[in-house]
């Protein structure tokens, strides 16, 4: 039976949740035909975010404490703005529970956690093949920063990167000191 806006309840995870949280970032995981990029695990879930407090989670739960999904984010900073933002990295919705009004709950709730704690922005990315997901997001009234283009570098690039002797600078490698929408 799918849950609805109605019996939910959102609210900050504990070190209790990890185990769900961990098993809902799978479904996510599958759902993204990405789950051979999982590398993490429960633990190293718990200790990001309840020892190193790297990013924060919500759990959205029905009234009989079921689980239907969750929101992980974190605090980023606009150097234009000069003010912090919130960035989005994961939300997620079972299917069965979907279009129910739940993701719209989630939502809301991020952006008035993201007023009650003075934040300019609430951002966050989606793949290009989620129609669904980008159609949701442009009923909400966010905008498609079009112009920007995701860059990273995982762990054997940071450490080439970290461990690289001389060669050329971050000025003439064509850094233009602006980071991605975050910023």
């Not at 039976?1 to 479904?27: G, K």
């Not at 997620?92 to 704690?117: D, F, K, S, T, W």
């Amino acid at each position: 039976m799918s849950a609805s806006v109605n019996d939910l309840e959102i609210r900050a995870a504990t070190e209790a949740d990890v185990e769900v949280l961990f098993d809902l970032i799978l479904e996510l995981a599958a759902y993204e035909k990405l789950s051979d990029e999982v590398s993490g695990d429960a633990e190293v879930l718990r200790r990001s975010l309840f020892e190193e407090k790297a990013a924060e989670a919500l759990l959205l739960e029905t009234s009989d404490g079921t689980a239907v999904g969750y929101a992980i984010f974190f605090t980023t900073f606009s150097t234009f703005e000069c003010r912090s933002g919130i960035w989005l990295e994961d939300v997620y919705v079972r299917p069965e529970h979907r279009r129910g009004g739940i993701g719209r709950a989630v939502m809301e709730h991020l952006a008035q956690l993201a007023r009650e704690r003075g934040h300019v922005r609430l951002e966050w990315v989606a793949l290009e093949w989620n129609e669904p997901a980008l159609s949701f997001y442009a009923k909400l009234g966010a905008q498609r920063l079009d112009d920007w283009k995701i860059l990273r570098l995982e762990q054997d690039g940071i450490r080439r990167l970290a461990e690289a002797a001389g060669g050329a600078s971050a000025d003439e490698g064509g850094v233009s000191g602006e980071a991605p929408p975050a910023a």
